[in-house]
């Protein structure tokens, strides 16, 4: 033959049996992704979360602001016909009374100030939450904060929070990828069959001897098969390391639906209790209100004292506040609720 030779071959083989390792691969390969959707999909909700509470925190923040806008208003008001009557009136007003008022409207005064910093640091905390430079402000677009009940059952939610909860499904995709390595380390056990085959090409400029047309090219094809017969025992540990690993996953399962029950539980309850505490605080703002108009028309007339009306105009200030505050945790408990459970219970349970 020729002194200057090349060959070229191509091998193929294709497993006809595998006693379960491929399938075992599958399952822990979609069980792993399955894991991370669920990693995603829990970042989703605390992202969704934090912006939904920051933003309603900032409409809180305006809100309290503006009461303290407002009341401070009032007791400036206050202030200056409490020096009008002890200067000009019947003398029942007293100069301590208009140095008692002037401290109450100083130290508001401040508080105000610090409400107004309260303000734009949330407006601030939601841009940061947006990713947006530390220099930025969100300013939301609503000025009042809504109210819903929340609608559906205890038992009926609790029972479909685990179709929908991140953390369940993604102990459940752990478990599926658990069994698929057990699969896997089971296959050693059995053996392993497969068909071969080869391509082959050969050159050389001489045509005789070895270099013939039917040694330059050809094709092979046959069945190989390995029988596993002594491992020293390392086939029936894995197996057994596998199993061990599925058994704890699932334990833990068992203490997440408890935990899961439990969250949702006490959610559920503090939603509740919100809900009560919005219609009694409510009821308890239009009083202070009208409690505060009719002790500054009577203190014009000089039928209450002047800590009457300074009692009620910061006992309005107060419920105000509580009742604003009492509409916001209602908020953020919802929004705690769909980072347990997800958005989709809360839509089946609006329909």
Same mark, same amino acid.
């Given at each position: ?5 090349y060959? @070229? ?8 049996y595998?006693?379960g ?29 934090s ?5 309603y ?28 009557m ?6 029942? #007003? ?8 002037? #401290? +109450? #409207?100083?130290?508001?005064?401040? +508080? ?8 734009? +640091? ?7 939450t947006?990713?947006?430079?530390w220099k ?23 029972? /479909? ?15 599926? @990828?658990?069994?698929g390595a ?11 069959l497969?068909i ?9 400029d ?14 092979t094809?046959g ?12 086939t029936?540990n ?5 199993? @061990?690993? #599925?058994?704890?996953? /699932? ?13 949702v ?12 505490s ?13 409690s ?28 105000? @506040? ?28 609006e329909?």
């Amino acid at each position: 033959m020729d002194e200057e030779s090349y060959r @070229a071959a191509v091998e193929a083989t294709w497993l006809l049996y595998d006693g379960g390792m491929r399938k075992g691969y599958r399952e822990q390969a979609k069980g792993l992704v399955d894991m991370m959707k669920q990693d995603s999909r829990r970042t989703d909700l605390e992202i969704v979360d934090s912006v939904k509470r920051y933003y309603y925190g900032a409409v809180l923040a305006t809100q309290l602001h503006q009461i303290g806008k407002d009341t401070l208003a009032r007791m400036e008001a206050t202030l200056s016909l409490t020096e009008t009557m002890y200067k000009e009136g019947s003398g029942r #007003v007293k100069k301590t009374d208009w140095l008692d008022n002037k #401290v +109450m #409207v100083e130290s508001l005064r401040s +508080m105000v100030a610090l409400l107004e910093k309260n303000e734009l +640091m949330a407006q601030a905390a939601i841009a940061n939450t947006m990713g947006l430079s530390w220099k930025a402000s969100v300013i939301p677009a609503e000025r009042e904060m809504p109210f819903s009940p929340f609608p559906g059952l205890l038992d009926g939610m609790v029972s /479909k929070a685990y179709q929908f909860n991140p953390d369940w499904a993604k102990v459940e995709a752990g478990i599926r @990828a658990a069994e698929g390595a057990v699969r896997t380390a089971e296959s050693g056990h059995y053996p392993k069959l497969a068909i071969t085959g080869e391509l082959h090409k050969w050159w050389n400029d001489y045509d005789a001897g070895m270099a013939t047309d039917r040694n330059k090219e050809g094709w092979t094809i046959g069945i190989g098969m390995e029988i596993p017969i002594f491992s020293g025992f390392l086939t029936s540990n894995k197996v057994a390391e596998t199993r @061990a690993r #599925v058994s704890k996953i /699932k334990e833990e399962q068992f203490l997440l639906k408890e935990g899961i029950g439990l969250q949702v539980r006490d959610t559920f309850l503090a939603l509740n209790a919100a809900e009560k505490s919005h219609q009694a605080t409510q009821d308890a703002m239009i009083a202070a209100e009208e409690s505060r108009d009719l002790n500054t028309r009577a203190y014009q007339h000089e039928l209450v004292e002047t800590e009457d009306v300074i009692r009620a105009q910061l006992m309005e200030a107060l419920m105000s @506040a509580q009742h604003y505050k009492t509409r916001y945790d209602h908020i953020a408990l919802q929004s705690r609720m769909n980072l347990l459970v997800g958005t989709e219970i809360l839509k089946k349970l609006e329909h």
